[in-house]
C-alpha cells in the first residue's frame, strides 16, 4: 500500500488527475488497486481490531454498523 500511494500522490491528488483516469490506464489500475487495499485494511480493521479494542475497554460489542459508535 506505501508503494502504490507514493506512486499515486507523489503529488496532491487534483480534480485534473481524477479526469485523467478515464484516459490513463496506469493511473486508472494505481488509483484502483489503492482503493482496494484501503478498503481491506478498513475491512479488517472494523472485523477485527475495533472488537478488540471494545472487549479490552469492557464494552458491550454490538453488530459490525454499531461499534464505531461505541469508541467515540
Do not use: C, H, W, Y
Not at 10 to 31: G, I, K, M, N, W
Not at 32 to 40: E, L, P, Q, R
Not at 45 to 68: A, I
Amino acid at each position: 500500500m506505501a508503494i502504490t500511494d507514493s506512486r499515486i500522490f507523489s503529488s496532491p491528488f487534483t480534480v485534473l488527475l481524477a479526469e485523467q483516469l478515464v484516459t490513463d490506464v496506469d493511473l486508472a489500475e494505481r488509483v484502483d488497486a489503492f482503493v482496494s487495499t484501503f478498503g481491506d485494511l478498513q475491512d479488517n480493521l472494523g472485523d477485527k481490531l475495533l472488537p478488540l479494542l471494545l472487549k479490552l475497554l469492557g464494552e458491550r460489542q454490538g453488530v459490525f454498523v454499531d461499534n464505531p459508535s461505541r469508541t467515540v
